[in-house]
């Protein structure tokens, strides 16, 4: 049978399209299994979780996990304490990593704004090793800063601060702030600050009015990468911070992981109260850390 | 009242010097434009008169105070930028009032100006809208209200239309000139395109490689090219030009090329030992009787058909010539015809300095 | 600035230069002070002090018999087992992670260069992996990994791989591997958009050419797709050196630098010199053997950039 050009055409495409959606599906199981592996978990009961072979879903899902890790179920927390385990509730630590990742956030934003603006709009002859020396800045591994840190911390006393973390994470978001907001200020065409000059602004009123309101993409962009980074932070979280006082989520996720045994669907409900912040905000700037990515300019 | 006076202009970037020695005078209400190739400078020179490109040195003054040093925003000037520089946050409303507001006018008379100045430009149902809303002529339109709101003594335009397309370029052309008129005030307009310098100017100012080439009306300007550069840049088709040198035939002083075309020796006597640069525009030249004295003897071998008028292109000797003429069927392709240019308006230049001689 | 011309144009233009470039520093130096202020108290500071203390044999426990040593931390790091062993592991770190990232990286990037219906979903769920914080990255492997329940286990048990459960993070043979994978999987999502983006920058008039010249599929990726990512690869591969010299969060969690010392690498020996040793002279040269070699790698990787124009005004 002869078929049409049109209909071979058309079976080629669906022919085309089932072969990438197959391949498409391996991908997303590949990135979003173990997500999804870590929702299910912790969503199942104790029994349920320790099946073999296991369920590849809650059968008889409960939240029990969540209820636990905020406080709910004292005695479950107290029965998995006494095997050894140490889970508390995550509510303080939650509440630690909101307001380090939302002052780390504005702080980065304050001290980047004005010298990526330098670096857009002023010409000046160190401007070039001066963005250069943030980009190496940036590249500096945190652990080469923990020691010495620690021990200006400990002179100052503020070991187990929110403060510690917030003056040490903007070591990391300012370089790259800097740098991400001055590639976005050049975007914004000079003309329209020149229009504004002879207008009758001057240079600050110019760029606060004209520059600063086309920015706000960008800064939002830059605001919720600083938080993420400072959300996610592990390192100086763990080595700074003692008690619940300024003990980030990160860190009291990763301590209900016991030696000797573990209850993996609470270690994963934290895991995913964990996640959460970090997975929506990075769908809202999905744009800009593709950009990003792509200047080779973020924090891996 | 402002006049422009620009004296011993330098401007330099590092070590690329832009222009030298500039010296221009606009007078009050005078409606000058700059026209040259791109990278002549002319836009440098708009820019410095906004106050937005510092002087490296000499002076600008507006109405006899030095402007030089001076802010752009503390300069009684606005600009429309080539491509419009609209606040994209604002609406055109906004836009408008943008500069008033910041000079502390009273909110009052902000909008009575805005309103006024939209009713001038056709803008009052678009006053609320973005500028990401309009079309590329109303941005233009709004770009032009931002600046007449607020009644500047000079007013700067940097290539304004070259975004429009063409049809609307030649409406846009007309309004400004209009606009010159109702509003009593000096412009300074800058464009890379001769008609658009032709069609406006009260007296246009030709830069090439930041050096004003020459100083007048269109008209003069293009009937008494100062250079060789202005004759080939202004008017289209360009103006056929011929390396020839002074010479005798058959007892007449007359100028020969060197594949030998004569032309008649220019009527004033200086300066013609040397080389010589003939040049006459393609409207000058003539089909001519093959008796005619001094006709040259050519082969056609294009023809154009611009709708207005035909081109033709000649071959004489080892130059290639261009003819217009009214616009007519032209079959002989190919064929020999004796052209002759006008002598009237034949122009005359000095090789080496590339000066006007006749 | 005192060539001939300056003297031609008088000193207003000279002092007009200067004023102006003299305020622009100013403003640029006053719009920085911040974060200089910031990153020299926060950063440049503790390195000066760190490579100090580097140079001094200075232990928290016995905080008095400090005293400068020179560079003997450096040298001895030549001797120490514990060094050349996290050398050799971090190596060993790097090499996989780099080559399976850089594999399975490349391979959905050009899937997802394709048009494909529901691309943009699967575009925007491939950067989940990279969102998750390390450490949660690090829990959940360490789940998939578990010795009784994992499913890692089950997995491979249904289908007849193995017959006996195993704690693949805990296994000498295999804590290595169960590194590696979960770090790629945190890093496929970055690798994927870099090549990406130098995917879609690719003219599709050289695909249209080549396919007039009859050249085949394949031929066209070697001959096109390839050498246009040669710039992405090279910035993968120092960003992903670079995070094999950083990573620390997903040691922590999944292996604690064991079995023995099987996935100790710089990073973790660094920190457990410093921290759980209290040798910070020790741990301090460590940092800045790391330090040195960031050094060097960020200076290939701002040479890169500066290639690609991302310097430019």
């Known amino acids: 049978m002869r078929l049409s050009r049109k209909t071979r055409l058309a079976l080629r495409k669906a022919g085309r399209n089932a072969v990438l959606l197959c391949l498409a599906a391996i991908a997303m199981i590949y990135l979003i299994g173990p997500v999804y592996w870590m929702v299910s978990t912790s969503l199942m009961t104790e029994k349920e979780m320790f099946q073999v072979p296991p369920h590849w879903y809650p059968h008889d899902p409960s939240f029990h996990a969540y209820r636990a890790i905020f406080g709910f179920n004292p005695e479950l927390v107290a029965e998995v304490n006494a095997r050894g385990l140490q889970v508390q509730n995550i509510m303080p630590a939650l509440w630690n990593s909101i307001k380090t990742s939302v002052f780390v956030a504005f702080a980065t934003i304050l001290i980047a704004i004005p010298a990526a603006y330098s670096f857009a709009r002023l010409r000046f002859r160190l401007s070039l090793p001066l963005l250069m020396a943030y980009m190496m800045l940036r590249t500096v591994p945190s652990i080469v800063l923990v020691v010495p840190v620690f021990m200006v911390l400990r002179t100052i006393g503020l070991i187990d601060t929110t403060a510690s973390l917030v003056l040490v994470y903007c070591t990391f978001t300012v370089p790259f702030s800097i740098w991400l907001l001055q590639s976005y200020f050049k975007t914004i065409p000079i003309e329209l600050e020149e229009a504004a000059w002879v207008d009758g602004c001057g240079q600050l009123t110019a760029a606060i009015r004209i520059m600063l309101p086309l920015a706000v993409p960008g800064i939002v962009a830059t605001f919720i990468l600083a938080f993420m980074a400072s959300w996610s932070e592990f390192l100086y979280a763990v080595t700074f911070t003692k008690t619940l006082n300024s003990q980030t989520v990160t860190v009291i996720a990763s301590s209900f992981i016991g030696i000797e045994a573990a209850r993996f669907d609470l270690v994963l409900a934290a895991g995913v109260l964990s996640s959460l912040p970090p997975f929506i905000l990075a769908l809202i700037v999905q744009r800009y850390i593709v950009a990003g990515f792509a200047a080779g300019s973020l924090k891996g | 009242m402002a006049t422009i006076e620009i004296s011993d202009l330098h401007k330099r970037y590092g070590a690329v010097e832009i222009f030298r020695n500039l010296n221009l005078h606009v007078q009050d209400k005078e409606f000058v434009v700059l026209v040259g190739p791109s990278g002549c400078g002319k836009s440098t020179l708009l820019r410095m008169l906004a106050g937005l490109e510092d002087v490296t040195d000499g002076t600008i003054s507006f109405d006899g105070t030095d402007v030089t040093d001076l802010k752009p925003k503390h300069r009684d000037v606005a600009m429309v930028f080539q491509n419009y520089a609209l606040y994209p946050h604002m609406s055109v409303a906004k836009n408008m009032a943008f500069g008033l507001r910041m000079r502390g006018v009273t909110n009052a008379e902000i909008e009575q100006r805005v309103a006024a100045a939209a009713g001038v430009l056709g803008l009052t149902e678009y006053l609320e809208r973005h500028p990401r809303e309009l079309s590329g002529g109303q941005r233009q339109r709004v770009a032009m209200g931002r600046a007449i709101v607020r009644t500047p003594q000079v007013f700067l335009f940097d290539e304004p239309l070259s975004n429009l397309d063409a049809l609307l370029r030649v409406d846009m052309r007309a309004e400004v000139k209009s606009l010159h008129q109702r509003l009593n005030a000096t412009f300074v307009y800058v464009t890379h395109d001769q008609v658009e310098a032709m069609t406006m100017a009260d007296r246009m100012v030709v830069m090439n490689n930041g050096t004003i080439e020459q100083v007048g009306a269109p008209l003069q300007v293009y009937d008494k090219p100062a250079n060789v550069f202005v004759a080939s840049f202004i008017g289209s088709p360009a103006m056929n030009m011929i390396r020839a040198k002074p010479s005798v035939a058959n007892g007449q002083k007359v100028i020969r090329s060197d594949d030998g075309l004569t032309f008649p020796h220019p009527k004033n006597n200086t300066g013609c030992e040397g080389g010589l640069i003939v040049g006459f525009r393609p409207r000058d030249l003539n089909v001519v009787d093959k008796d005619t004295s001094g006709a040259i003897e050519a082969k056609v071998e294009i023809v154009e058909h611009t709708g207005v008028e035909t081109l033709v292109y000649v071959r004489a000797g080892s130059h290639k010539l261009c003819m217009s003429i009214d616009k007519q069927e032209w079959s002989g392709l190919g064929e020999s015809v004796c052209v002759l240019p006008d002598p009237a308006n034949t122009h005359y230049f000095d090789e080496t300095t590339k000066q006007r001689v006749g | ?313």
């Open chain 3, 1 to 313: 600035m005192t060539s001939v011309d300056n003297v031609a144009l008088g000193h207003d233009a000279i002092d007009r230069e200067q004023t102006r470039e003299r305020r622009e520093s100013f403003s640029a130096f006053a719009l920085n002070s911040p974060a200089i202020i910031w990153l020299v108290f926060m950063a440049v500071i503790p390195i000066g002090w760190s490579f100090w203390t580097s140079l001094h044999s200075m232990n928290l426990r016995r905080p008095h018999r400090t005293q400068f040593i020179g560079l003997d931390n450096y040298f001895e790091l030549l001797h120490a087992p514990e060094f050349l062993n996290a050398i050799q592991v971090t190596a060993v770190f790097a090499a996989g992670t780099i080559a399976f990232s850089l594999l399975i990286g490349l391979l959905l990037a050009l899937l997802l260069n394709e048009e494909f219906p529901g691309r943009s979903l699967v575009r925007a769920l491939t950067l989940v992996p990279w969102a998750m914080p390390p450490v949660v990255v690090g829990l959940v492997w360490s789940w998939i990994y578990d010795g009784r329940f994992g499913l890692l286990n089950a997995i491979f048990k249904s289908f007849g791989i193995i017959r006996e459960s195993r704690a693949w993070a805990l296994d000498p043979d295999f804590a290595m591997a169960s590194l590696i994978t979960a770090q790629v999987w945190h890093q496929v999502p970055f690798v994927t958009i870099v090549f990406l983006a130098a995917l879609q920058t690719i003219p599709d008039e050289f695909y249209e050419a080549a396919k007039v010249d009859g050249a085949s599929r394949l031929s066209r990726f070697f001959h096109i797709t390839l050498p246009w990512l040669s710039q992405a690869m090279l910035i993968v591969l120092i960003t992903q050196t670079m995070e094999a010299l950083r990573v620390f969060d997903l040691v922590f969690v999944l292996t604690g630098g064991g079995p023995g010392d099987a996935t100790t690498v710089l990073g973790w020996l660094t920190y457990t010199r410093s921290f759980s040793f209290l040798d910070f002279g020790r741990g301090n040269s460590y940092a800045f053997v790391m330090a040195f070699m960031t050094l060097l790698l960020s200076v290939f990787y701002i040479r890169l950039l500066w290639k690609r124009g991302e310097f430019a005004r």
